[in-house]
């Protein structure tokens, strides 16, 4: 995180500072490789020469297996160097765009807060994923592609003037040529290519912003207008892309052209002086052939030209979109800085936008340590913005935030950062888990403490407490499906399940209807009334699933007796969802205590047309499968239209202890009845602690039973192994799998976590219920009160009287400032804004 | 109800909730087939003795039909007691038209049972049955029209000043 002052910030670089830095030793392995090339490229042509004059005219065998061999070892030589060369290239490429990245990553991220608020995410995304690997490529190439090729280009000039000079002149006339016209067309490839980029980013800036608000727009059905503006960009991308790429395949073409020339003024020029003698034929196919490889090198430089452009725009036009200079550094001041007391004191404090808008106008007051201010008023009053500036989120205009008697400004980040903690409206969850987020805000810190031990876990579990979100981990941890654990696990679980009923089977049977062997089980389908337990491989419900498909289960209900009846009960179930809910639509909440699902209605319909009166025996053998299907499903608790007939209840009872009996052979994989001594695989933890189902229809049943489990829990000392595996759950992408009260409960403990001696908050309570709410300020008030400062944004007015100080802002300016009694005495705004403006005296 | 209704073994909940459905004015005039699917949506609910069925501020938008128990409206902090319920007593009717913040809070003093209708619920209702909005409008009316008419009588002796529901 550490920025050396003296070196000149990231987006400032130059390209080849990349290529170079870190670099140097392969840069220099590089080159030597390079030198070695440009020999083994050269040996081949005087090899070629030397074949022809001295073995093949001469007829000396010797000479001819001789130079073939130096032929061959240099060719394979170069080969093996250009393969070496690539890699070093590809190397020294990733390396620099790695770096490249990073630095330029860690850059953005401090960057100030208004930059993002003009900042598409998209664009962003491109630029670091994107754009910056043209930059990258060339960095590996920075060095090698055009030494290389210069270099060879150099010994092959040379060479062929050694051969002679006037036909090489006159071949090498072509290539200044070539110089004076690429450049041109160059230059109107930069320019597409700078349009491009630009568009480009446009483009990125604005599928980031259609998809963000993708809400808005399938709302109102703004499909069209988004694909309008998504549309005219594209286009204006493809003929920007038409034209660069028009460009880069002229400077191509041309170059390709030129240099064909060469062969042409060899053939003409040195046939000329072969005719008249003063050039031998070995000569000029040396000549031709090695004039023929001036191309290659000479391609690739082209082509390097290509990419240095391309590069230097691309690099250029995304650094200068980051070259806002972060507000704050981040280091920590030299030795041990003093913590800070709380004490605050804002003298008048100004707030202006980098648009001139005056968002805080003159603000003064101060606070002791640990004392509690409310900021209230109307919106746009200027209550975030004043938090966000005490916190040192941007930095103020003018007047003056003074903490223990130290200018804010001249405070680091870093110790604003340890010693104030914010939460704001929306926290932001990141993926992760619940313990993750917890720690996020301490394990920033310079010294953070190391996360792991039991003291440190006992602070976790009293701060998620202390917030109210212990309840809810507890309930993350109870609802983790128990793996096939050790039987140290399995016995404890079990110890928990037989402690729970004992204690609280009575007080809990209105809540729970436990699973017993003996009874009919209510609040289950019928189904599993008659699997009555877990089978197959995992959970009991997913595999081998017992239904009118499953062939040896339609047997097994045949040879109890139960198939009939219970055809029968689906025909009724049928009749009385068609008599109820037909001709009403697919309304979902219709259908959710309905035995019949939604999208089965009609072929009840259907079916109970055919047969207005008598039973299901007489139906063919699908429409039987139909309804057993309905009736498998059937759960008397929850299907409260249809009554369960006792004699049927009955038949499934003796059909279970049956089952159970042949199970190895209904339920591949293994079955576990539901008994006292068994856990439930895939369920669970709670489910296998309360061993039953909640019956519907009290509201407070999930409370009481929570109560009871961690009664329990505690006295078996089994609290903080749950807590520790809910903490463990994942908080889903972003942290949806939490509400909107959980982030704001987590994103204070968070802050409470690392312990800092003030706490903002801008409406940090706003998503909790009454009673978090309540807890929140209890705690505030009984623990924080003294201790710990706490500038609180409010929006709930009913419980600012619990704060020592109450300012009111409105417009920017503090209107008002003191206690909660002297402001009410006062019957200024406060009270307006508490009792509205026409209220007659009470 | 169509010819084949009377074949069907219903649940003695679902004709029971018909039955006290169509005791309560606010859905009597309702047509037989949206009261039918009134009493299939209602939801039996059991608090036990101390549970606070809804609080001051919720937004709890349900009719609760007291079914068996007992149960009390509390005002502000000092929890005192406005009205109490018992069974075949209901509350909620205006909950059920649209979002608002209550000003008391309910708690069952007894383990009590209720029959409830969610506003949620009787919004589909009456989309199916569009009828119905007007009859529910009417029988609101009428009982603020009687409670208001108590309430004059009551109060013939001061406090009048706290009257004129009907003519707001």
Known sequence: ?842 | MNSSTEKICQTPELQENLQLFGELPCFATFPPKAMKLLAFLAERYRFADGDLIFEEGDDFGRLYLLLAGHLRLLAGKGQNVVCEFRPKEFLGTFSLLGRLPALFSLEATTASTVLSISREQLAKVVEQFPECANSYLHSLLRELHRWEARSCRRVAGGGQEQLGVTVL
């Not at chain 1, 001249?410 to 104030?420: F, H, N, Q, V």
């Open chain 1, 1 to 842: 995180m550490k920025r050396d002052p003296g070196t000149s910030p990231v987006t400032e670089k130059s390209l080849f500072h990349w290529a170079f830095r870190d670099n140097l030793k392969l840069q220099l392995i590089l080159l030597s490789l390079i030198l070695l090339i440009v020999g083994a490229r050269v040996v081949p042509l005087e090899m070629q020469k030397r074949i022809i004059n001295d073995a093949i005219a001469l007829k000396n065998l010797d000479a001819l297996f001789l130079y073939c061999l130096i032929y061959i070892i240099a060719l394979t030589t170069a080969s093996a160097l250009k393969l070496a060369i690539n890699y070093l290239q590809a190397l020294i490429g990733e390396r620099a765009m790695t770096v490249m990245r990073k630095e330029l990553y860690e850059h953005i991220l401090g960057l100030p807060l208004h930059f993002f608020r003009t900042t598409q995410p998209g664009m962003v995304v491109s630029s670091l994923m994107t754009e910056l690997s043209a930059a990258g490529t060339f960095a590996g190439m920075a060095f090698a592609v055009p030494l290389t090729n210069i270099l060879t280009l150099l010994a092959f000039t040379v060479y062929l003037l050694w051969l002679n000079p006037k036909l090489a002149a006159t071949t090498l006339v072509i290539y200044p040529l070539v110089m004076l016209i690429i450049p041109q067309l160059q230059k109107r490839a930069n320019q597409a290519n700078k349009k491009r980029v630009d568009i480009s980013r446009s483009t990125s800036s604005q599928i980031a912003e259609s998809i963000s608000g993708i809400h808005e727009i399938q709302v109102h059905g703004a499909y069209r207008q988004e694909s309008d503006k998504f549309g005219q960009l594209a286009e204006r991308l493809k003929k920007v892309r038409i034209r660069w790429s028009l460009f880069r395949f002229g400077i191509k073409t041309a170059n390709n052209y030129f240099t064909g020339l060469g062969p042409f003024i060899v053939f003409l020029y040195g046939g000329y002086l072969v005719m008249h003698g003063q050039l031998a034929l070995g000569a000029m196919v040396a000549f031709l052939s090695a004039q023929e490889k001036l191309f290659d090198p000479w391609k690739e430089l082209i082509d390097f030209y290509q990419v240095y452009q391309d590069a230097t725009v691309r690099y250029r036009r995304t650094m200068r979109s980051f070259t806002t200079t972060p507000d704050f550094t981040l280091e920590l001041p030299a030795g041990d800085a003093p913590r800070l007391s709380g004490e605050l004191a804002v003298h008048a404090l100004t707030y202006d936008t980098t648009d001139g808008l005056r968002l805080l106008n003159g603000v003064s007051f101060s606070l002791q340590a640990g004392e509690h201010l409310a900021v209230v008023g109307f919106s746009g009053g200027g209550k975030s913005t004043l938090i966000q500036c005490i916190g040192k989120m941007f930095p103020y205009s003018g007047g003056s935030i003074q903490f223990d008697g130290r200018e804010l400004s001249e405070l680091g980040k870093m110790e604003i950062i340890r010693d104030i903690g914010y939460v704001s409206q929306s926290p932001f969850i990141f993926t992760g888990t619940v313990r993750e987020n917890l720690l996020y805000a301490r394990q920033a810190l310079p010294a953070a403490p190391q996360a792991g031990g039991t003291e440190d876990l006992d602070r976790q579990i009293l701060v998620l407490q202390q917030v109210g979100l212990f309840v809810d981990v507890m309930r993350f941890g109870l609802e983790t499906p128990l793996e096939p654990e050790d039987a140290e696990t399995t016995r404890r679980i079990l110890a928990i399940r037989a402690r729970l009923r004992q204690e609280f089977g009575k007080k809990l049977a209105d809540c729970i209807e436990f699973y017993d062997w003996q009874s009919y089980h209510r609040t289950s389908t019928i189904a599993e009334n008659i699997v009555f337990g877990s089978g197959g491989s995992g959970s009991g419900r997913d595999s081998g699933r017992p239904g009118p498909d499953n062939q040896l289960f339609r047997q097994f209900l045949g040879t109890t007796g139960l198939l009939l009846p219970l055809v029968e009960l689906g025909l009724s179930l049928a009749r009385q969802a068609v008599d109820v809910l037909a001709g009403l639509g697919g309304i979902e909440l219709f259908f959710k205590n309905s035995p019949v699902p939604a999208d089965q209605l009609e072929r009840c319909e259907a079916l109970t047309s055919r047969l207005p009166h008598g039973g299901g025996s007489d139906l063919p053998r699908q429409d039987q499968d139909f309804l057993l299907a309905l009736a498998l499903q059937f759960t008397p608790a929850n299907h409260t239209m249809t009554r369960l007939d006792d004699e049927l209840a009955a038949d499934i009872l003796t059909a279970r202890l049956l089952f159970a009996k042949q199970a190895a052979g209904l339920l591949p994989g293994g079955f576990t009845p539901y008994g006292e001594t068994a856990l439930i695989p895939g369920q669970s933890i709670l489910n296998n602690i309360f061993f039953g189902r909640i019956r519907p229809g009290m509201p407070s049943a999930q409370e009481r039973i929570n109560r009871a489990v961690m009664h329990t829990l505690v006295e078996e000392d089994y609290l903080e192994k749950i807590a520790a595996i809910g903490m463990e759950s994942p908080v889903g992408t972003m942290g949806d799998r939490l509400s909107g009260g959980q982030r704001q409960k987590l994103a204070i403990a968070r802050v409470l976590l690392k312990q800092p001696s003030i706490i903002l908050m801008d409406e940090a309570t706003s998503a909790l219920d009454n009673k978090s709410q309540t807890r929140i300020q209890r705690l505030m008030t009984n623990r924080w009160r003294g201790k710990r400062t706490v500038i609180a944004v409010v929006h709930r007015l009913d419980s600012i009287d619990t704060f020592d100080k109450i300012a009111v802002m409105k417009a920017g300016k503090l209107v008002e400032y003191g206690s909660y009694q002297d402001l009410i005495g006062q019957r200024g705004m406060l009270h307006e804004l508490i009792y509205g403006k026409n209220l007659p005296d009470a």
